[in-house]
Protein backbone atom coordinates (compact mmCIF):
# COMPACT_ATOMS: atom_id res chain seq x y z
CA UNK A 1 0.00 0.00 0.00
CA UNK A 2 1.36 3.20 -1.18
CA UNK A 3 1.50 6.56 0.59
CA UNK A 4 -1.08 8.20 -1.59
CA UNK A 5 -3.79 5.51 -0.81
CA UNK A 6 -3.31 6.25 2.60
CA UNK A 7 -3.56 10.11 2.32
CA UNK A 8 -7.11 9.30 0.33
CA UNK A 9 -8.45 7.00 2.36
CA UNK A 10 -7.45 7.19 5.99
CA UNK A 11 -8.52 10.22 8.32
CA UNK A 12 -4.43 10.17 9.78
CA UNK A 13 -1.62 9.68 7.90
CA UNK A 14 0.76 9.49 11.15
CA UNK A 15 2.78 6.68 10.74
CA UNK A 16 5.07 5.99 13.20
CA UNK A 17 8.67 5.61 11.87
CA UNK A 18 8.03 7.15 8.86
CA UNK A 19 5.84 10.60 9.02
CA UNK A 20 6.05 13.61 11.25
CA UNK A 21 3.93 16.75 10.40
CA UNK A 22 3.58 19.39 11.50
CA UNK A 23 2.25 21.95 8.83
CA UNK A 24 -0.08 24.28 9.39
CA UNK A 25 -2.67 25.90 7.07
CA UNK A 26 -4.72 28.89 6.21
CA UNK A 27 -7.46 28.54 3.79
CA UNK A 28 -9.12 31.76 3.02
CA UNK A 29 -12.06 31.51 1.03
CA UNK A 30 -13.82 35.10 0.22
CA UNK A 31 -17.36 34.88 1.30
CA UNK A 32 -19.66 37.78 1.12
CA UNK A 33 -22.56 38.58 3.44
CA UNK A 34 -24.32 41.35 0.74
CA UNK A 35 -23.23 39.46 -2.30
CA UNK A 36 -23.28 35.87 -3.47
CA UNK A 37 -21.54 36.40 -6.61
CA UNK A 38 -18.42 37.44 -4.95
CA UNK A 39 -18.06 34.44 -2.55
CA UNK A 40 -15.32 31.40 -3.31
CA UNK A 41 -15.91 28.18 -5.33
CA UNK A 42 -16.80 25.89 -2.38
CA UNK A 43 -14.39 22.87 -3.94
CA UNK A 44 -11.50 24.55 -4.48
CA UNK A 45 -11.43 25.35 -0.74
CA UNK A 46 -12.96 22.15 0.77
CA UNK A 47 -11.11 19.91 -1.33
CA UNK A 48 -7.93 21.33 0.15
CA UNK A 49 -8.96 21.13 3.88
CA UNK A 50 -10.07 17.61 3.41
CA UNK A 51 -6.77 16.57 1.34
CA UNK A 52 -4.44 18.39 3.95
CA UNK A 53 -6.14 16.93 7.23
CA UNK A 54 -6.52 13.80 5.85
CA UNK A 55 -2.04 14.00 5.24
CA UNK A 56 -1.91 15.15 9.16
CA UNK A 57 -1.47 18.78 8.73
CA UNK A 58 -3.33 21.37 10.79
CA UNK A 59 -5.78 23.52 8.81
CA UNK A 60 -7.50 26.08 9.60
CA UNK A 61 -10.63 27.65 7.59
CA UNK A 62 -10.84 31.52 7.99
CA UNK A 63 -13.77 33.45 8.20
CA UNK A 64 -13.27 36.63 5.72
CA UNK A 65 -17.00 37.77 6.93
CA UNK A 66 -18.14 35.89 9.17
CA UNK A 67 -18.08 33.26 11.23
CA UNK A 68 -19.68 30.21 8.63
CA UNK A 69 -18.57 31.39 5.13
CA UNK A 70 -20.93 30.60 2.22
CA UNK A 71 -19.93 29.82 -0.96
CA UNK A 72 -20.71 31.05 -4.43
CA UNK A 73 -22.99 27.81 -5.04
CA UNK A 74 -24.81 28.65 -0.98
CA UNK A 75 -22.94 25.95 0.44
CA UNK A 76 -22.51 27.47 4.26
CA UNK A 77 -19.03 25.63 5.97
CA UNK A 78 -18.54 26.79 9.82
CA UNK A 79 -15.19 29.05 10.16
CA UNK A 80 -12.25 28.00 12.23
CA UNK A 81 -11.40 31.34 13.32
CA UNK A 82 -11.93 34.99 11.94
CA UNK A 83 -9.61 37.05 9.84
CA UNK A 84 -8.85 39.36 12.77
CA UNK A 85 -7.78 36.25 14.31
CA UNK A 86 -6.08 34.88 11.74
CA UNK A 87 -3.91 37.95 10.66
CA UNK A 88 -0.97 37.65 12.94
CA UNK A 89 -0.35 34.32 12.60
CA UNK A 90 2.76 32.96 10.95
CA UNK A 91 2.10 29.36 9.54
CA UNK A 92 3.44 27.12 6.50
CA UNK A 93 1.02 27.72 3.72
CA UNK A 94 -1.59 30.29 3.19
CA UNK A 95 -4.39 29.30 0.24
CA UNK A 96 -6.68 31.72 -1.43
CA UNK A 97 -9.51 29.70 -2.96
CA UNK A 98 -10.71 31.42 -6.46
CA UNK A 99 -14.16 32.32 -7.82
CA UNK A 100 -13.55 35.67 -10.29
CA UNK A 101 -15.79 37.50 -8.26
CA UNK A 102 -14.36 35.97 -4.61
CA UNK A 103 -10.94 36.26 -5.82
CA UNK A 104 -11.42 40.09 -6.63
CA UNK A 105 -12.98 40.27 -2.67
CA UNK A 106 -9.77 38.54 -1.69
CA UNK A 107 -7.41 41.01 -3.36
CA UNK A 108 -9.35 43.98 -2.52
CA UNK A 109 -9.32 42.71 1.38
CA UNK A 110 -6.63 44.72 2.94
CA UNK A 111 -6.19 42.28 6.09
CA UNK A 112 -5.80 39.34 3.36
CA UNK A 113 -3.48 41.25 1.46
CA UNK A 114 -0.64 42.08 4.51
CA UNK A 115 -1.50 38.49 5.14
CA UNK A 116 -0.29 36.98 2.17
CA UNK A 117 2.45 39.38 1.53
CA UNK A 118 4.48 39.24 5.17
CA UNK A 119 3.79 35.30 4.26
CA UNK A 120 5.55 35.15 0.66
CA UNK A 121 8.49 37.53 2.57
CA UNK A 122 9.03 34.66 4.83
CA UNK A 123 9.53 32.35 1.86
CA UNK A 124 5.75 30.62 2.97
CA UNK A 125 3.96 28.54 0.62
CA UNK A 126 1.27 31.13 -1.22
CA UNK A 127 -1.22 29.25 -3.29
CA UNK A 128 -4.09 30.15 -5.00
CA UNK A 129 -6.42 28.87 -7.86
CA UNK A 130 -8.87 29.52 -10.41
CA UNK A 131 -9.12 33.45 -10.35
CA UNK A 132 -7.71 33.89 -7.04
CA UNK A 133 -3.88 34.11 -8.59
CA UNK A 134 -4.80 38.12 -9.00
CA UNK A 135 -5.01 38.10 -5.57
CA UNK A 136 -1.63 37.47 -5.22
CA UNK A 137 -0.95 40.60 -7.73
CA UNK A 138 2.65 41.41 -8.16
CA UNK A 139 4.15 38.92 -6.26
CA UNK A 140 3.84 36.50 -9.01
CA UNK A 141 5.84 38.93 -11.46
CA UNK A 142 8.62 36.67 -13.19
CA UNK A 143 6.75 33.43 -11.75
CA UNK A 144 5.80 31.08 -13.80
CA UNK A 145 1.88 30.20 -12.97
CA UNK A 146 -1.31 28.90 -14.41
CA UNK A 147 -4.65 30.34 -13.66
CA UNK A 148 -8.64 29.56 -14.58
CA UNK A 149 -9.14 31.14 -18.62
CA UNK A 150 -9.64 34.18 -19.29
CA UNK A 151 -7.95 35.44 -15.59
CA UNK A 152 -4.38 35.75 -17.55
CA UNK A 153 -4.79 39.60 -18.53
CA UNK A 154 -4.55 40.77 -14.74
CA UNK A 155 -1.69 38.88 -14.37
CA UNK A 156 0.66 40.49 -17.77
CA UNK A 157 3.83 40.37 -15.85
CA UNK A 158 3.50 36.42 -15.04
CA UNK A 159 4.57 33.64 -16.89
CA UNK A 160 1.30 31.82 -17.70
CA UNK A 161 1.33 28.07 -18.49
CA UNK A 162 -2.44 28.13 -19.34
CA UNK A 163 -2.63 24.03 -19.84
CA UNK A 164 -0.77 23.38 -17.02
CA UNK A 165 -3.49 21.92 -14.12
CA UNK A 166 -0.77 22.66 -11.38
CA UNK A 167 2.42 25.24 -11.60
CA UNK A 168 4.93 25.31 -8.78
CA UNK A 169 7.40 28.30 -8.90
CA UNK A 170 9.42 29.15 -5.69
CA UNK A 171 6.98 28.80 -2.51
CA UNK A 172 4.03 29.95 -5.15
CA UNK A 173 1.32 27.45 -6.19
CA UNK A 174 -0.84 27.83 -8.56
CA UNK A 175 -3.62 25.80 -10.43
CA UNK A 176 -6.59 26.42 -13.05
CA UNK A 177 -10.10 25.67 -11.51
CA UNK A 178 -12.54 23.80 -9.49
CA UNK A 179 -11.49 20.65 -12.12
CA UNK A 180 -8.11 20.75 -10.63
CA UNK A 181 -8.71 20.85 -7.09
CA UNK A 182 -7.56 17.41 -6.18
CA UNK A 183 -4.49 17.86 -7.93
CA UNK A 184 -3.72 21.42 -6.35
CA UNK A 185 -4.30 19.96 -2.85
CA UNK A 186 -2.39 16.89 -3.25
CA UNK A 187 0.82 18.81 -4.73
CA UNK A 188 0.27 21.46 -1.75
CA UNK A 189 0.15 17.72 0.35
CA UNK A 190 3.42 17.29 -1.01
CA UNK A 191 5.09 20.20 -0.47
CA UNK A 192 3.97 20.32 3.49
CA UNK A 193 4.78 16.52 4.19
CA UNK A 194 8.07 17.01 3.33
CA UNK A 195 9.69 14.82 5.51
CA UNK A 196 7.91 11.75 3.16
CA UNK A 197 9.90 11.99 0.14
CA UNK A 198 7.81 8.91 -1.45
CA UNK A 199 4.67 10.95 -0.48
CA UNK A 200 6.25 13.97 -2.06
CA UNK A 201 7.09 11.92 -5.27
CA UNK A 202 3.79 9.92 -5.53
CA UNK A 203 1.62 12.87 -5.37
CA UNK A 204 3.57 15.16 -8.14
CA UNK A 205 3.05 11.94 -10.59
CA UNK A 206 -0.31 11.26 -10.00
CA UNK A 207 -1.04 14.88 -9.87
CA UNK A 208 0.85 15.16 -13.25
CA UNK A 209 -0.37 12.05 -14.95
CA UNK A 210 -4.30 10.26 -13.25
CA UNK A 211 -5.71 13.95 -12.84
CA UNK A 212 -4.76 15.01 -16.22
CA UNK A 213 -8.03 12.84 -17.11
CA UNK A 214 -9.91 15.02 -14.66
CA UNK A 215 -8.63 18.91 -16.38
CA UNK A 216 -9.83 17.13 -19.93
CA UNK A 217 -13.40 15.96 -18.60
CA UNK A 218 -13.76 19.72 -17.51
CA UNK A 219 -12.60 21.09 -20.26
CA UNK A 220 -15.07 18.78 -22.21
CA UNK A 221 -17.82 19.46 -19.41
CA UNK A 222 -16.99 23.12 -20.12
CA UNK A 223 -17.70 22.99 -24.18
CA UNK A 224 -20.69 20.89 -24.06
CA UNK A 225 -22.18 23.28 -21.53
CA UNK A 226 -21.18 26.36 -23.44
CA UNK A 227 -22.50 24.40 -27.09
CA UNK A 228 -25.95 23.70 -25.29
CA UNK A 229 -25.99 27.76 -24.30
CA UNK A 230 -25.32 28.80 -27.96
CA UNK A 231 -28.06 26.59 -29.53
CA UNK A 232 -31.65 27.63 -30.86
CA UNK A 233 -33.91 26.95 -28.21
CA UNK A 234 -36.88 24.46 -29.29
CA UNK A 235 -40.25 26.08 -30.18
CA UNK A 236 -43.07 23.78 -30.20
CA UNK A 237 -45.64 23.23 -33.67
Known sequence: EDALTRLRCEPELIVPGEVTILAHALVIPSDNIKDQRRRDEEIEAIAVVDVLRRAGCTVQLVGVDGAQPRGSH???????????????????????????????????????????????????????IC???????????????????????????????????????????TSRGPGTAIAFALNLAARLCGDDPRLQAEARTTARAAL??????WDALLAQVRGAADAPLATGA
Open 131 to 173: AAPIALGGLLDGKRITCYPGVEGQLPQAQVLAHSPVVIDAHFI
Open 212 to 217: QARLDL
Open 74 to 128: GIAVAADISLDAAADQMVDAVVLPGGLKGAETLRDNATVQALVRRHASANKICAA
